[in-house]
């Protein structure tokens, strides 16, 4: 592994970190994706639900490890260039170190975006106190966690061409071309796991209602 040498250093291996298991993420959404209920024979559904079950449940576990990831190399980055920069006023809050920072470097971006996935998921992931935020387990989507890392990915490229440490223009297409992502969600439509195995335990029930004497 390459030396870490900075907080850039920390934050850049945290992140792509995240990408790798968004990527994960993705692996078992297109094999689910793939599947086609219509060419299910109605016996098999019995043992492809379990399997759709046990996939979601892979695909949270990557959902989460990404989200946590990522926040983290927010973090880091944010607390680096804190300490190189002391002419930046400091903040108790996450997102108020962030909006701190970027008004002090007079960068133009909007981070109440990020700011919401960070309290929407990632408290929610980390601190699940409240039956709001079990629910967040439950209903985490590919799609919710790739739009949140995205417009995060936003921030850190500005701020970071704020203190010299410019990214390609194109940063966000060549990192999911690195990691095998697709560049954008539009136009792709990802099977919700649940509402598939609603519709095979439905065809599986059909099956038994035939064989019922």
Known sequence: MTAINNGFDVANLLMHSAFDELTAANTFCEEINDLNIEN???PDCFFVSPRI???DTSIKKHLIKATVLFQSGMESIIHWIQSQDPTIKS???FA???ENALASKNVDFDFSGYKSFYENYRIHLVH???DERFETFNNLTFSDVYYGINIGWQAYVAMLEAIGLKHDDNSWQIMCRAHTLPKTLKGLNYVVPNELIVLLNKKYRKYLDKISP
Request: charge should be negative.
């Open 91 to 93: 903040g108790r809050a």
């Open 128 to 130: 699940p106190d409240k």
């Open 40 to 42: 299910i024979e109605e």
């Open 96 to 98: 108020q170190k962030w």
């Open 53 to 55: 079950e046990g996939m």
